[in-house]
């Protein structure tokens, strides 16, 4: 059965740092790129960061860039997501997702975890 568990999350200070982590078990996933979205209260599910297969190349939502680092080990089935300079409006539940169907869209994401909770307050 595949799992996939997100980890790290918490309250934080502006300014502050946390570093996500997702793990999966089951299968492995490092044949496919990794996304991390985000979805805060009363808002969509949103993207925040994709890692390529092999984890040479990653992209970030402009709202995070230069601030959140993405990397895998594949050995371990797990990606990061190192994240810097939290601000009050990353506040929201973080998940993380292989995109088996290499579509990029969240609705298309087979296995979801059950997310880790980002807290910064001002």
Not at 91 to 107: H, I, Q, R
Request: contains cysteine.
């Amino acid at each position: 059965q595949v799992q996939l568990v997100e980890s790290g999350g918490g309250l934080v200070q502006a300014g502050g740092s946390l570093r996500l982590s997702c793990s999966a078990s089951g299968r492995s996933f490092s044949g496919y790129h990794m996304y991390w979205f985000r979805q805060a209260p009363g808002k969509e599910r949103e993207f925040v960061a994709r890692i390529v297969v092999g984890g040479r190349t990653t992209v970030y939502a402009d709202s995070v860039k230069g601030r959140f680092t993405l990397s895998r080990d594949s050995a371990k089935n797990t990606v990061y997501l190192q994240m810097n300079d939290l601000k009050p409006e990353d506040t929201a539940v973080y998940y993380c997702a292989p995109d088996l169907s290499w579509s990029g869209s969240a609705a298309a994401m087979d296995y979801w975890g059950k997310g880790t909770l980002v807290t910064v307050s001002s």
